[in-house]
């Protein structure tokens, strides 16, 4: 395989990148001259090499704890889980929360074969257990289908352990992503939030 086949292969492995995609962007990058194409290849080796799940949360960071979790204006009373990393900055961008998060590396998914042991849901359990000062757990899973079956699954999971567990508001469209939304939907999706129970 030629470098410039190679570089293609590896572009067209990226989400939605197809081959046609993957191509262009090659030889876009072709044409460019020397020091951009290394500067784009220096910031990726750099996130690579650098960038880490904090070790509390799971936000994606090149400290830890990350300065969400350093933070000490932060309410560490208040936990909002969500599913991937990304899904904090649309949140922050919300301005609406000022509390912690907890970062599930995904949702449960039987087709795609992951179930709760790929989330961190251990880790989740530990924050909140009795004696940590979490009092509330606000579930932000995406509201699709396998989001809308991941947040009930962790109010089973968080039953019992004397927190309040609630869930975002459905002001988002169904099926959208978190990640997505805007800052106003976000914040009516938070304030709006209802309690699924207390355990
Ligand atoms: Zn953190």
């Known amino acids: ?16 990148i197809g081959r046609k995609t993957a191509t262009r962007l090659t030889y876009h990058l072709l044409k460019q001259p020397a020091a951009v ?4 290849a220096r ?8 960038v880490h799940p904090c070790a509390t949360c799971g936000n994606l960071s090149e ?7 350093a933070d000490a204006r932060r309410d560490g009373s208040v936990i909002c889980v969500v599913e991937e990393a990304s899904d904090i900055g649309a949140i922050e961008r919300s301005g609406e929360f000022r509390g ?19 989330l961190r849901i251990g880790e ?12 509330e757990v606000i579930l932000a899973t995406n509201p699709s289908m396998e989001g809308e079956v991941t947040a009930t699954y962790l109010r089973g999971v ?18 959208g992503e978190l990640e997505y939304a805007d800052g106003v939907t976000i914040a009516r999706a938070l304030t709006a939030r209802r309690a699924m129970g207390e355990g």
Do not use: F, K, Q, W
């Open 100 to 118: 912690r998060y907890h970062v599930l590396g995904g949702r449960l998914s039987p087709l795609d074969g992951i179930g709760p042991e790929d």
């Open 43 to 50: 910031a990726i080796e750099a996130v690579a090499e650098r």
């Open 63 to 69: 400290i830890d704890p990350c300065a969400i979790c």
């Open 37 to 40: 194409v290394t500067r784009l």
């Open 1 to 16: 395989m030629s470098v410039i086949e190679e570089l293609t292969a590896e572009l067209a492995r990226l989400p939605g």
């Open 124 to 135: 989740l359990r530990g924050r909140v257990a009795n004696g940590s000062g979490v009092r």
């Open 158 to 175: 968080l039953e019992g352990e004397g927190v309040i567990v609630s869930r975002i508001a459905l002001g988002l469209p169904i099926g």
